[in-house]
């Protein structure tokens, strides 16, 4: 098979994956080619507007597996390719030095057993690192059920590894990845965990030599291919910020892309559904937030207006804030703030105290926050005692959108 | 006072030095001329000592983070960042580092500065693409709005170390180039060298992966083109349909004109 038509193949089963974030990792240039750049760099983006940074591969799309929301699971009749360690690793090589990419992203059906898969991604690796003597960025995804000692091999090689959780909930994994089992996933999460743990609490000078997963580990959710909600998805995602120190969750809306599988919804999930997922988790990271706060259990965030917004209008009596006192904390919980604002305006309230249009200066959208804050100076009309009128000048896309969003959804 | 320097940064801080010496105020500082006739004027010689105290002032006073930050507004094609960054620099003798945080307009105007030119050059550290030349050379054609090759070279520079880079900036007809450790700066018109058959497949690879991982469900050009702006698409592979590129002939890079000057980002 030609070159080109593997890699449409290989990189078209590869798309959906949602990852495409290459920051985190910091790998100095020590004489080889390449290094990896803490912030992250896109190279591209996609006519769907995503950005492109990695190339992002499947090693084969062969799979024994047959999870019935993916599109190479064994029963389908698709088309199969699969490269080989070498012609990967060259590929790889001739896309870094071009600038095409910012390294390799590669993940792998599940060809002939777990073990056997993962011996060849970690010879992809061996071959980049060693022969090609390959600095840059690698991300590879272990594959579950393999065995730990092939797990912790791989860890050495790559920046960042991620093992798929898939769902929030045991059942939903068990009906419909039955070939995956919970146990095994956990089990991987934990024993990098604390290999990442052991490694970094070496002595600076024995660390760059040895570096484990230094990017750290990432895990990814499938929205709605289960019955899961966004609060046993919000719930398990902030367990893995805490509990197994990922550094990214990543989100994936379902597309049908089989059959009807009598246990897996049919219709596609509306986009807007993951992206309020992404804000909520950012929250969590960022905002100090906790899930609990965001989403009471069982229940799905409101399509039609942000998860912070959401917040702010059940809690308005909590506002509004004066900006010129309020801690740092509660500047963060006004929408229409972000971190970079609320710590300029910490920044900038010891020099004197800020107007309304100081606040517009520093980067606050005005257009939000003017509810929910006070400022020196004079004040708009206040609405922060009128939550439903509060609620529908939040609201962000038109009405019609929420109904028919929240109609798929659910959503009371 | 109107203060013109030539176009190098130690003659810009000459002219932030003498502008805060002088009891005149300061209406602008620029390197061309052409300003109000009716305003003073003052010619600018580049002068290492006073430029040197000026750094030290940066270094000692504000920071390295600021010395980051005033080489990247310098860089802005903003017409008044000259002006901007000079009257920073002015306050910051009373306010010191935290000048930053001043409502000023010649401060939020500088920071804004700082922001496009750092924005742009990270923005080409991903939207530069090499070319292999025949002779091995790493050769590659920017446009950029803002004047950021000399820290785009820089970076890929370190990504690069061991090989020969040529990054071209054709609005401003500047060649960058990395040879044997040593960067240089040169002032040339290059022609688009022709691409070799492995650098024709090559592209051909990497334009059926891009079309590949496109999800044509999820269509959203508007997106697409915030983060990738027209002006990028010129000198981008994945953005040309495959042309109908001339016979491929052996073409070696050679640079006849200067030897350029060595350039240090930071
Ligand atoms: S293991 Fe499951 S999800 Fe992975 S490729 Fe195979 S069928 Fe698809």
Known sequence: MELEEKLRILAGAAKYDVSCSSSGSNRPNTGGTGNAAVSGICHAWTADGRCVSLLKVLYTNLCSFDCSYCFCRRSNDVPRASFSPDELARLTMAFYRRNYIEGLFLSSAVAVNPDRTMERLIRVAEILRFREGFQGYIHMKAIPGADLALVTRLGFLVDRMSINMEFSTHRQLHLLAPDKQAGQIRGAMLSVRDTINEFSNLPAVRRNDTRFVPAGQSTQMIVGAGDDTDSDILSSAQNMYREMRMKRVFYSAYIPVNLPHPLAVASPVPLRREHRIYQADWLIRFYGFEAGELLTPGANLDLAVDPKAAWAVQHHDQFPVNVNRAPYEMLLRVPGIGVKSAKRIVASRRMGRLTYDSLAKIGVVMKRASHFLTAEGTRATPVIDQPERLYRLLTDGTAQTHQQLSFFDGVP | MIYVFDETFDGFLTAVFQSAQSKEPLDSVTDAFGQSIFLAVTQVITDVFQAGRVRQFIDTHLGADMMET?????????????????????????????????????????????????????????????????????????????????????????????????????????????????????????????????????????????????????????????????????????????????????????????????????
């Not at chain 2, 802005?76 to 935290?98: K, M």
């Not at chain 2, 790493?138 to 990504?159: G, S």
């Not at chain 2, 001339?246 to 350039?263: C, H, M, V, W, Y």
């Open chain 2, 70 to 266: 005033v080489r990247y507004a310098f860089l802005s094609a903003n017409p008044d960042r000259f002006t901007y960054t000079a009257r920073t620099l002015h306050l910051a003798r009373r306010h010191g580092a935290r000048v930053v945080d001043v409502m000023d307009d010649a401060v939020l105007g500088f920071r804004d500065c700082y922001r496009e030119a750092m924005r742009e050059t990270h923005r080409f550290t991903g939207l530069t693409r090499f070319s292999e030349l025949a002779d091995g050379t790493l050769y590659a054609v920017i446009a950029p709005k803002h004047n950021v090759l000399p820290p785009v070279l820089a970076h890929f520079a370190q990504r690069y170390p061991r090989e020969r880079l040529a990054v071209y900036d054709e609005n401003r007809h500047l060649l960058g180039m990395l040879d044997a450790g040593r960067v240089t700066l040169h002032k040339v018109t290059m022609e688009n060298p022709v691409p070799t058959q492995d650098e024709q497949a090559y592209r051909q690879l990497w334009r059926a992966f891009f079309e590949s991982v496109t999800i044509s469900e999820r269509l959203n050009p508007h997106l697409q083109r915030q983060h990738m702006p027209k002006y990028t698409w010129r000198n981008l592979v994945e953005m040309q349909q495959t042309p109908a590129e001339k016979s491929p002939e052996t073409q070696a890079f050679a640079l006849q004109e200067s030897p350029g000057r060595d350039i240090i980002w930071l």
